[in-house]
């Protein structure tokens, strides 16, 4: 059965420094996101992502982040400069035809900034 | 701004037993869809169901079901001959058509299968 992917699996970075979270979607999935769930909280909405363009941010997405499609399969989450508060897991997520069929998840990327 | 409640933050349930975890949102949409992840310690968010809110018929998979009542605003999760393997957080979602395709997640129910 397809799934989406992650790597890397845990990322340790230090504050100020740029990371890239890279995800592989379900291959003929067309909307993307990303959410993110800091440790012991619930998990928060971040970004979509349809036909090469941001359609929804949430007020987390700020500046210092940015997501690309590079190419037909990869889906990035850049973070520019990380804080300590960046520490969470990273979850990329898509679904097949439409914005309101279920979400399939990756098993998550753990960022630890130090 | 649509909220997801789920009050209970830790349940505890016997093997073989059936358990009910709680759901409430709030939301002035009409369509939306409510779902619930399961999260086990590997932290994968894996769905478990899926309702639509224009279905009054309860979503079944397996030996997970729901209770869906659209008046109260409520989606509970029954787990019926509960095994080891369903310990897990489980969260609760919702999604309105309107607002795109955001999932709201709620604070999540740490379940524990006892043997």
């Known amino acids: 059965e397809p799934e989406v992917t992650q790597t890397p699996s845990h990322q340790v970075t230090q504050m100020g420094q740029e990371v890239i979270l890279r995800c592989v979607p379900i291959s003929n999935h067309l909307y993307f996101y990303w959410y993110r769930q800091i440790l012991g909280q619930k998990v928060e909405f971040l970004v979509s992502?349809?036909?090469?363009?941001?359609?929804?941010k949430s007020e987390i997405f700020d500046d210092q982040f940015s997501v690309e499609r590079p190419d037909g399969s990869n889906f990035t989450l850049k973070i520019r400069s990380t804080k300590l508060e960046d520490s969470a897991m990273y979850f990329c997520?898509?679904?097949?035809?439409?914005?309101?069929?279920?979400?399939?998840f990756g098993p998550g990327t753990r960022l630890t900034v130090l | 701004a649509q909220t997801v409640t789920q009050s209970q933050p830790e349940m505890s349930v016997q093997e073989a037993e059936t358990v009910t975890l709680s759901c409430t949102y709030d939301?002035?949409?009409?369509?939306?869809?409510l779902f619930w992840y399961k999260q086990p310690p590997s932290r994968q968010m894996i769905l478990v169901i899926r309702?639509?809110?224009?279905?009054?018929q309860n979503a079944t998979e397996n030996r997970f079901s729901v209770n869906f009542q659209k008046a109260a605003k409520s989606f509970s999760l029954k787990i019926s001959d509960s095994q080891l393997g369903d310990t897990a957080m489980y969260f609760c979602a919702f999604s309105e058509e309107t607002s795109g395709s955001r999932l709201t997640f709620g604070e999540g129910t740490q379940l524990t299968v006892n043997p």
């Open positions: 997520a898509s679904t097949r035809g439409s914005s309101t069929d279920t979400q399939y």
């Open positions: 992502f349809y036909n090469n363009e941001i359609s929804e």
């Open positions: 309702q639509e809110a224009y279905k009054q």
């Open positions: 939301t002035s949409e009409s369509n939306y869809y």
